[in-house]
């Protein structure tokens, strides 16, 4: 299997000037041990600036949160522009995070425009889907990761999976403390590439599926086990330096015996 592990740590609305320099000093140091791993970091937009500068050199990349759907720069008060985020050192952004579906009100429609507007900016998308607990009770996981998926795709093309991630989050396992199982995971990853193969079977095989909800360093081997988890998108763990290096370590350890 030729697909890099990347393990993403999505900082939420978390951190200071100082706790960031030091998470970011840290890592910076112990990310040397995993050369096999790609590591991307994304703190709140106001902090990008300064920690692409503090990353400048090293292996870590910088990625934000989320942009804006408009094309072009002007009056949007409150919103930036991802060739704002490019500017400031960023290759990759998170579009359509469950946070911002259900607290902020982003159907898969918007979801689409910031993918698309992401990639005209030449960022990188990281295209978080998920489905919540009450929608897995009632069996309908696979009909609504279809359909987040598929607007997507009906959107922008599978072609445009070749300059994009996929993030599989189940909702209910995004800081809760429960995971979906190893195999509940699997499955999801398995549907969702099974999906884009259906319109375009080698970018199919290339793109990088994450898993994200409650993955600790305790956890992180087992869930990154299936054929189709190619690394994380990690919440509160995140936020410590040992932590986020022990989820890149079994990452690491996944990739190898892959
Ligand atoms: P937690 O790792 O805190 O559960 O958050 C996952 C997530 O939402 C990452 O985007």
Request: with cysteine.
């Amino acid at each position: 299997m030729s697909r890099r592990p990347l393990v993403a740590g999505n900082w939420k609305m978390n951190g200071s000037r100082d706790s960031n320099a030091n998470l970011i000093h840290d890592v910076i140091f112990e990310v040397r041990k995993y050369p096999d791993v790609d590591v991307l970091v994304c703190p709140p937009a106001v902090y990008l600036d300064a920690v692409g500068r503090q990353l400048e050199g090293s292996a870590v990349q910088l990625g934000a949160q989320d942009l804006s759907e408009q094309p072009k720069t002007g009056a949007y008060t409150g919103e930036i522009h991802g060739v704002m985020l490019r500017d400031v050192g960023c290759t990759h952004v998170i579009v359509g995070h469950s946070e911002r579906r259900s607290l902020y009100g982003e159907g898969n429609d918007k979801v689409a425009q910031k993918f698309a507007t992401a990639q005209e900016c030449g960022l990188i998308p990281i295209l978080c889907v998920g489905e919540t607990l009450e929608q897995r009770e009632n069996g309908q996981t696979e009909s609504v990761l279809a359909e987040q998926l598929g607007t997507v795709v009906t959107a922008c093309g599978a072609q445009a999976f070749k300059q994009a991630v996929i993030a599989y989050e189940p909702v209910w396992a995004i800081g809760t403390g429960l995971t979906a199982t190893p195999q509940q995971a699997q499955d999801a990853h398995a549907f969702l590439r099974a999906q884009l193969a259906a319109s375009d079977a080698k970018i199919a095989g290339l793109v990088r599926i994450l898993y994200g909800g409650s993955v600790k360093g305790e956890n992180a081997e087992s869930l990154f086990a299936g054929p189709d988890v190619d690394g994380g998108l990690i919440g509160g763990a995140s936020l410590k330096a040992g932590e986020f290096m022990s989820i890149c370590a079994a990452a690491a350890a996944q990739a190898r015996s892959k």
